[in-house]
Structures are given as C-alpha cells and as structure tokens.
C-alpha cells in the first residue's frame, strides 16, 4: 500500500532507547483522534519505561484513554488498517491496534419504504453498530446475542447475526450460523447477497426472509423467535424465516386497536387477491366465458370492445406492461420530476389508447385497480411476488378460461405448501393446521390475550 496517497506512515524514538511506526488511513481515520489519544502518548516525555518493560507492554499500558489491543501477524496488521485503525508497530512481533475511526455516517431518520401512521419515526443506517444500538434500545435484555463475523474475501463485510437466547430455538440458529459460515464469496455489498446464499430455494418469486428497515419491526420479531441477520453498509436487515402470512402483517397493526389491525390485515390480503386474479378473470370472462355476465353488462362491455383490434389476453398484457415500464422508469427519474411524469403519463397515455380504439374502457379500470392493489403490501419483495405470479396467471387464462385459473391456482397453493425454510413450514398455519397460531394471522386478538413469547 505505499503507493496510496491517503496512507500516512510516521516514526518516531521512544525514550531515546526505540523507534516505533504509526500508520493509519487518512480516510478512514479520525486525525484528530490519532493526535490525541496515539502520538501525544508516545512523545509525551512523562511516560518512562521501565527498565524491564517490553515495548509492546509498554505501550498497550500507555494509551488509557483508547481503546487498545494488541495484533501479530501481517495480515491482521493490514485488517485493522483497513478497518480505520490506527497501528504502532514497536520492534518486535506484535503491534498495538487503537480505535481511532472515523464516524461518519448518516443520521436517523424515518425509513423511506416502509412508513406508519402511528409508531416510532426511527429507521436503519448503514453502520452495523449503529443499527445494533438501536435494536439494544428497544430490547434491553442480556439474553439479547450478537455473534459477530467477516464474510467476503475482498470485501471484508461485518455481518451480525441476533437472537434472543431462551425465545429461539436453538437448532434454527445453529442453521443460520452454518449457513453463513458456509459463504464463500469475494464480496458481500448489501444484505441482498446473504440472502440469496442463505435461502433454501431460489426458482421461486416469494421472499423467504422479511427484510426491513425498522428497529422496532426487529426486534418485536427478535422476541418471536426469529433470527436477524445485520449487514454493514445496508439499512436493510433480513429477519427469519418468513411465511406466507406474515407478508400481510406491517408493524403498524400492533400499534393500533385489535379490530382496526385485523380490518387493515383482512385488506391486505383483499388486495392480493384482486392484485393476482383480476385480469386473469376479466380475460377469461372476455374471451371465454361471457355468458357468466348479464346481459346488460355483456352488450355494454361488447359495445366498447367494439373496434378494438386485439383480444382480451393481449390487451390486458401489453397494458400492464406498459404499467410496468412507467413504475419503473418513475423509479429511476429524479424525484422532483418522477412522480409528476408517472401520473400524467398514465393519465395521458390511458386516455389516448381509449380514444385511438387500442384498448376498452373497462381494461383502464382493471389495469388501474390491479396497479393500485400492489401497492398494498407492506413487504415490497412480496409485492414484487404478486406481480410475477400475476402475469402467469394471465398466461393461464388467455389459454385455458377459467379451468386453466383453477389449475394455477392449484399449483400455486402446491407450491408454497412445498417450501420450508430453514425447515419451517412456509405456508403456516393452514398447512400444516395450527389454530392456536390463528389468533394472529388472519386477525389479531386483543393483546392482553395473547401469550407472550409463544413460539
């Protein structure tokens, strides 16, 4: 590293007896820190060795107001380096490693993605040890664990894995801790990369963690029994493992009344449902089944696709994917202009396919409806689930009407009663059946009923 130029290197003569070499990285390194607490200690003429004294005692008992270890080895030398460290390398074998780092990082604030109406304003950093405090704040307990370890071979990732001791069970979190310690890769940049290595199956759109930014969300699933998995450099934190269920369950419910929570869960899932299988039967209505229509509905529905060139499948298709472009691209616009131009556009572009005869009125109104009930979902991967498993039921329906929505359905429900991850069943508690875990799935109980710590 002697080419870099924010590598400082300085010596200096100890005592008239030694010379020892401080080294840290201007950026990573707090100099003001490094002048205080490092090289004021070791020029100071008031600290005399003892005669007997080695100069790696003598200086790990110099510096009193850092906090000190000692390192041997080179490779451990340049990871603490790396790591914003500052070294003093006296003769000898071993060096002195003082924390000297640099704390810059951004401040609290309220996450972006996933808001509340009523609760804590409170959201994830990109420091690992930032987003644990806010975690120890909520849950001062001893029993709360944090193993600590270092995944990527050129990346060096900080990656902590929480549990509370006595709430999760222990062979889930021997099975995390595999898991992760079984990651060979040469870089670990966002918790998106764990997940993908951790997960038991990949060929499937539904998330198998919950991914959040909220300490609170945490660490209430923290005394679940769940496991959380912290990534420095992200303010996304994974949490697992998921079910099905739970992906309609935002951490607003529990700070509201217990019939207000249930209404907004029961919506959620109202949602999913008219988010997955709307167009999927409004295209086997069109084009296989009108006769389930009344007659009056049927001649108003043919009196607009009249001029329409394409069939029902193909104009359902082409206008979600339309729809997905613009939510895309309203995505990746700046945010001063994005929101402006999704609105007008869809406004400006729905209205001209209506007038020029390209797509009917009613498929405005399904597409609109299906777009606005993906929004829903307080799990944005989940979302990104409803979309995926959307299109193929249209895929379905465009085939096969209503008998090829009825076979999708089938192997959807086969589906995620087949996952299980990290041997828990994805589709709890339908299948297998648990009624005592009812009381917080489709609805939730009034709290003074519910038990606490239940596994």
Same mark, same amino acid.
């Given at each position: ?9 300085? &010596? ?117 040890? /930032? ?18 370890? &270092? ?25 995390? /801790? ?89 919506? /959620? ?174 609805? /939730? ?11």
């Amino acid at each position: 590293m002697s080419g870099s130029p924010d590598l400082v290197m300085k &010596t200096y003569i100890v005592q008239d007896r030694w010379e020892v070499t401080c080294l840290y990285l201007s950026t990573l390194a707090n100099k003001m820190l490094v002048d205080e607490l490092v090289i004021s200690e070791i020029v100071s003429p008031h600290r005399l060795q003892e005669y007997d004294q080695e100069p790696i005692e003598w200086l790990l008992s110099a510096f009193k107001q850092a906090e000190v270890k000692k390192v041997i080895g080179p490779e451990a030398c340049m990871k603490e380096l790396l790591d914003g460290q500052c070294l003093v390398i006296p003769p000898g074998m071993a060096a002195v490693s003082l924390e000297v780092r640099r704390q810059e990082q951004r401040s609290v604030a309220e996450p972006e993605i996933e808001a509340v109406v009523r609760g804590p304003r409170e959201g994830f950093v990109e420091d690992w040890s /930032r987003n644990i405090s806010l975690i120890r704040k909520r849950l001062k307990n001893e029993n709360l664990v944090i193993e600590k370890m &270092t995944i990527g071979t050129e990346s060096h990732t900080t990656v902590c894995l929480l549990y509370m001791r006595g709430i999760a069970q222990q062979g889930l979190i021997n099975e995390f /801790r595999t898991r992760l310690e079984a990651i060979q890769t040469d870089s670990i940049l966002e918790s998106a990369y764990i997940e993908e290595y951790i997960q038991d199956k990949a060929m499937t759109p539904f998330p198998q963690f919950a991914a959040s930014e909220r300490p609170d969300a945490i660490a209430a699933k923290l005394l679940e029994g769940q496991a959380a998995v912290i990534t420095d450099g992200t303010p996304i934190v994974l949490v697992g493992p998921a079910t099905f269920f739970q992906m309609f369950s935002a951490p607003e419910d529990y700070y509201q009344r217990a019939d207000i929570a249930t209404l907004m869960r029961l919506l /959620r899932m109202l949602a999913f449902l008219i988010s997955v299988f709307t167009p999927a039967l409004y295209i086997s209505v069109a084009s296989y089944h009108q006769e389930l229509l009344p007659s009056s509905m049927l001649a108003n529905l043919a009196s607009q696709r009249e001029g329409v060139p394409f069939p029902g499948f193909v104009e359902a298709f082409g206008m979600l994917i339309v729809f997905e472009i613009m939510r895309e691209a309203g995505l990746r616009m700046p945010r001063i202009a994005g929101q402006a131009i999704s609105i007008v556009g869809a406004l400006v572009l729905g209205q001209a396919a209506v007038e020029a005869g390209l797509i009917s009125a009613a498929m405005v109104i399904v597409v609109s409806l299906t777009a606005i009930s993906n929004f829903v979902a307080p799990s944005y991967g989940f979302g990104i689930a409803q979309r995926i498993i959307q299109f193929a039921f249209m895929v379905l329906a465009g085939i096969l009407g209503f008998f090829g929505v009825m076979c999708g359905v089938f192997f959807l429900l086969v589906h995620l009663v087949s996952l299980e991850p990290f041997g828990f069943p994805y589709f709890a508690p339908l299948a297998p059946l648990r009624l005592r875990k009812w009381t917080d799935t489709f609805i /939730r109980i009034p709290r003074p009923f519910m038990k606490q710590n239940q596994k």
